[in-house]
Protein backbone atom coordinates (compact mmCIF):
# COMPACT_ATOMS: atom_id res chain seq x y z
CA UNK A 1 0.00 0.00 0.00
CA UNK A 2 1.08 3.53 -0.99
CA UNK A 3 0.27 6.62 1.16
CA UNK A 4 -0.01 10.47 -0.91
CA UNK A 5 1.00 13.12 0.66
CA UNK A 6 0.12 16.74 -1.88
CA UNK A 7 2.19 20.06 -1.34
CA UNK A 8 2.79 23.06 -3.28
CA UNK A 9 -0.40 24.47 -3.44
CA UNK A 10 -1.22 27.89 -2.69
CA UNK A 11 -2.43 31.43 -3.86
CA UNK A 12 -1.41 33.19 -7.00
CA UNK A 13 -2.20 35.48 -9.65
CA UNK A 14 -3.48 34.43 -13.22
CA UNK A 15 -0.73 34.15 -15.82
CA UNK A 16 1.41 32.86 -12.18
CA UNK A 17 3.13 29.50 -11.85
CA UNK A 18 2.87 26.93 -9.10
CA UNK A 19 4.81 23.64 -8.59
CA UNK A 20 2.28 20.64 -6.99
CA UNK A 21 4.28 17.73 -5.58
CA UNK A 22 3.17 14.47 -4.93
CA UNK A 23 5.35 12.63 -2.16
CA UNK A 24 4.80 8.64 -1.89
CA UNK A 25 5.59 6.82 1.49
CA UNK A 26 5.29 2.84 1.02
CA UNK A 27 6.20 0.03 -1.34
CA UNK A 28 6.33 0.30 -4.92
CA UNK A 29 6.19 3.77 -6.12
CA UNK A 30 8.31 2.89 -9.05
CA UNK A 31 5.65 0.51 -10.03
CA UNK A 32 2.53 2.99 -10.17
CA UNK A 33 0.73 5.25 -12.32
CA UNK A 34 0.28 8.54 -11.15
CA UNK A 35 -2.57 10.99 -11.72
CA UNK A 36 -3.34 14.46 -10.72
CA UNK A 37 -6.99 15.33 -10.58
CA UNK A 38 -8.95 18.57 -9.51
CA UNK A 39 -12.21 19.65 -7.79
CA UNK A 40 -13.73 23.13 -7.96
CA UNK A 41 -16.29 24.25 -6.21
CA UNK A 42 -19.91 22.60 -7.23
CA UNK A 43 -18.43 20.56 -9.72
CA UNK A 44 -17.27 16.98 -10.03
CA UNK A 45 -13.87 15.99 -9.56
CA UNK A 46 -11.94 15.90 -13.09
CA UNK A 47 -8.74 14.92 -14.46
CA UNK A 48 -6.03 16.52 -15.16
CA UNK A 49 -2.59 14.98 -16.09
CA UNK A 50 -1.31 11.17 -15.55
CA UNK A 51 1.98 9.74 -16.15
CA UNK A 52 3.41 6.05 -16.35
CA UNK A 53 5.37 4.22 -13.64
CA UNK A 54 8.31 4.83 -15.53
CA UNK A 55 7.50 8.67 -16.90
CA UNK A 56 7.92 7.97 -20.37
CA UNK A 57 4.10 8.47 -21.36
CA UNK A 58 1.32 11.42 -20.25
CA UNK A 59 -1.88 12.36 -20.79
CA UNK A 60 -3.19 15.42 -20.18
CA UNK A 61 -6.79 17.00 -20.40
CA UNK A 62 -7.42 19.64 -23.10
CA UNK A 63 -8.19 22.69 -20.39
CA UNK A 64 -4.36 22.51 -19.51
CA UNK A 65 -2.43 21.06 -22.50
CA UNK A 66 0.40 23.51 -23.22
CA UNK A 67 -0.05 25.03 -19.79
CA UNK A 68 0.86 21.48 -17.65
CA UNK A 69 3.51 19.40 -16.94
CA UNK A 70 3.51 16.60 -15.04
CA UNK A 71 7.08 14.81 -14.45
CA UNK A 72 8.30 12.27 -11.86
CA UNK A 73 11.42 11.34 -10.08
CA UNK A 74 11.00 7.49 -8.62
CA UNK A 75 14.48 7.89 -6.73
CA UNK A 76 12.57 10.58 -4.64
CA UNK A 77 8.99 8.20 -4.91
CA UNK A 78 7.47 12.00 -6.03
CA UNK A 79 5.66 13.25 -8.72
CA UNK A 80 5.56 16.81 -9.96
CA UNK A 81 2.97 18.99 -11.88
CA UNK A 82 4.26 22.43 -12.92
CA UNK A 83 1.76 24.69 -13.80
CA UNK A 84 2.32 27.49 -15.98
CA UNK A 85 0.31 30.13 -17.59
CA UNK A 86 -2.32 29.61 -14.71
CA UNK A 87 -6.25 30.84 -14.94
CA UNK A 88 -9.02 31.43 -12.29
CA UNK A 89 -11.02 28.27 -14.04
CA UNK A 90 -8.00 26.25 -12.72
CA UNK A 91 -8.73 26.87 -8.98
CA UNK A 92 -10.31 23.75 -7.63
CA UNK A 93 -8.46 21.16 -4.64
CA UNK A 94 -5.76 19.18 -6.60
CA UNK A 95 -5.55 15.91 -5.54
CA UNK A 96 -2.84 13.02 -6.50
CA UNK A 97 -3.54 9.42 -6.80
CA UNK A 98 -1.91 6.38 -7.56
CA UNK A 99 -2.63 3.12 -9.91
CA UNK A 100 -0.43 0.42 -8.79
CA UNK A 101 -1.40 -2.34 -11.87
CA UNK A 102 0.60 -0.05 -13.95
CA UNK A 103 4.07 -1.67 -13.52
CA UNK A 104 5.84 -2.02 -17.21
CA UNK A 105 2.85 -0.60 -18.89
CA UNK A 106 2.98 2.42 -21.14
CA UNK A 107 -0.49 2.97 -21.01
CA UNK A 108 -1.80 6.15 -18.79
CA UNK A 109 -4.76 6.03 -16.94
CA UNK A 110 -6.88 8.82 -17.26
CA UNK A 111 -10.18 7.84 -15.27
CA UNK A 112 -10.64 8.14 -11.95
CA UNK A 113 -11.52 4.25 -11.06
CA UNK A 114 -8.58 2.84 -12.17
CA UNK A 115 -7.13 5.11 -9.20
CA UNK A 116 -6.53 2.89 -5.94
CA UNK A 117 -5.10 5.49 -3.74
CA UNK A 118 -5.55 8.87 -2.98
CA UNK A 119 -3.98 11.65 -1.34
CA UNK A 120 -6.10 14.17 0.93
CA UNK A 121 -5.32 17.25 -1.61
CA UNK A 122 -4.10 20.77 -2.15
CA UNK A 123 -5.53 24.48 -2.51
CA UNK A 124 -5.09 26.22 -5.47
CA UNK A 125 -6.51 29.59 -5.89
CA UNK A 126 -5.43 31.93 -9.18
CA UNK A 127 -7.22 35.15 -8.54
CA UNK A 128 -7.99 37.65 -11.59
Known amino acids: QVQLVESGGGLVQAGGSLRLSCAASGCGFGNYAIGWFRQAPGKEREVVAAINWRGGSTGYADSVKGRFTISRDNAKNTVYLQMNSLKPEDTAVYFC?????????????????????WGQGTQVTVSS
Open 97 to 117: AADPTNYYSHYVPMKQYEYNY
